[in-house]
């Protein structure tokens, strides 16, 4: 059973940082492109960084370019999502996705997703 779980998430300042964890089991993340997404209430989900482990190719988002940083642990089988400057503005709950997607920001690209993780940032 393919299955992504994340972990990581919760209430942080402004200015500091978390790690987001995305634990994947029943494949192998070195064969899918993993994406995270996050969703504010109200906001549509915004594809915010992934990783394609067949070439070694990351995206940002505008939004997180230069502050996140997308990694993967084959070994664990798990990507991680290291955010450091965080601002009130991502405040989201974020989820972690795994596909062979055309489109690395389309979420309708994407094949499996795990149940998320809250991320808050007070300012």
């Known amino acids: 059973e393919v299955q992504l779980v994340e972990s990581g998430g919760g209430l942080v300042q402004a200015g500091g940082t978390l790690r987001l964890s995305c634990a994947a089991s029943?494949?192998?993340?070195?064969?899918?492109?993993i994406g995270w997404f996050r969703q504010a209430p109200g906001k549509e989900r915004e594809g915010v960084s992934c990783i394609s482990n067949t070439d070694g190719g990351t995206y940002y988002s505008d939004s997180v370019k230069g502050r996140f940083t997308i990694s993967s642990d084959n070994a664990k089988n798990t990507v991680y999502l290291q955010m450091n400057s965080l601002k009130p503005e991502d405040t989201a709950f974020y989820y972690c996705?795994?596909?062979?997607?055309?489109?690395?920001?389309?979420?309708?690209?994407?094949?499996?997703w795990g149940q998320g993780t809250q991320v808050t940032v007070s300012s």
């Open positions: 996705a795994a596909g062979w997607p055309l489109d690395y920001t389309n979420s309708g690209d994407y094949a499996y």
């Open positions: 029943g494949f192998t993340v070195d064969d899918y492109v």
